[in-house]
């Protein structure tokens, strides 16, 4: 029974202990590796979650934000009129101004507060006088139901875009809004008044000048008719800036001298 314990039972004994301990070294690992596993996923989960958070407190800022400028403040006290109301002139649909739930788009005119402060007119310029006008040139304003006043200012701001509306309405007309600001208010100006500006380009102290249609081309040089007692010759000149009535003349021809104003045609 000794031998048999000694050479079986002890050994068989040692052989199962030590499976034990290998079984339990392998699970151990297992268990090891199955733990770093999870510390790295709870790690993602935490970092994923964090991004998420951080993503939502900036939605969050974004939409307090909005809801703060849902509010519109008036810079001053005064009466509110609606944007579409104080353009007649524009086409419009059926809704009502700033009817309720309505949509608005990004920089759109959505009301206006007329004020007596400060007096500005608007007026269009013709994509062909574009070259000839700049910022800060004085200004003389005439108001249609103020006949025989005249307002001075100068160019205040001149709209990079041409005007969508003269656009979308004749696609060949481009003209481009430009901001008259007044250097004096007058109480009896209104807001709305038709009103006309001219822009000083120039000024000249002296100037030999005649109307625009006393000119035409010959051979593609400009060219006047001078009265020669009973009859006339052309006479060659060059010619500076013109108003649409009177073009500057800068040479070839003389203070005094009269000329056509319907020059003939067959010449």
């Avoid at 031998?3 to 202990?17: C, G, M, P, S, V």
């Avoid at 009129?81 to 739930?101: C, F, K, M, V």
């Avoid at 038709?194 to 040089?221: F, M, N």
Wanted: net charge negative; charged share 30%; glycine share 4%.
């Amino acid at each position: 029974n000794l031998d048999l314990l000694k050479n079986f039972t002890n050994k068989r004994q040692i052989a199962e202990l030590k499976s034990d301990v290998s079984q339990s070294e392998m699970a151990l690992e297992r268990t090891n590796r199955k733990a770093k596993a999870d510390v790295i996923q709870a790690e993602a989960n935490l970092r994923a979650t964090q991004s998420e958070y951080k993503r939502q407190q900036d939605k969050l800022g974004k939409l307090e934000e909005q809801i703060v400028k849902t509010k519109i403040y008036a810079p001053s006290d005064g009466q509110v009129i609606y944007a579409t109301s104080a353009q007649g002139h524009r086409w419009r649909g059926n809704d009502e101004p700033l009817d309720e739930g309505r949509d608005v788009r990004e920089r759109e005119e959505l009301i206006y507060l007329p004020t007596t402060s400060s007096v500005n007119a608007e007026v269009n310029i013709h994509e062909s006088n574009m070259d000839k006008v700049s910022l800060k040139m004085p200004v003389m304003v005439t108001v249609d139901a103020l006949p025989g006043k005249v307002f001075t200012g100068y160019v205040a701001k001149i709209a990079p875009l041409p005007d969508p509306t003269s656009v979308w309405l004749n696609p060949d007309l481009k003209v481009y809004n430009t901001d008259i600001f007044l250097d004096k208010n007058d109480e009896i100006l209104r807001t709305g008044m038709s009103c006309k500006a001219e822009i000083i380009i120039e000024q000249y102290d002296d100037a030999i000048y005649v109307p625009v249609q006393a000119v035409l081309r010959v051979k593609g040089s400009p060219t006047v008719y001078v009265v020669k007692g009973k009859t006339y010759e052309p006479c060659k000149v060059r010619i500076g800036l013109d108003n649409n009535r009177m073009v500057h003349i800068t040479s070839g021809l003389k203070e005094g001298e009269f000329v056509l104003l319907a020059p003939p045609l067959a010449e």
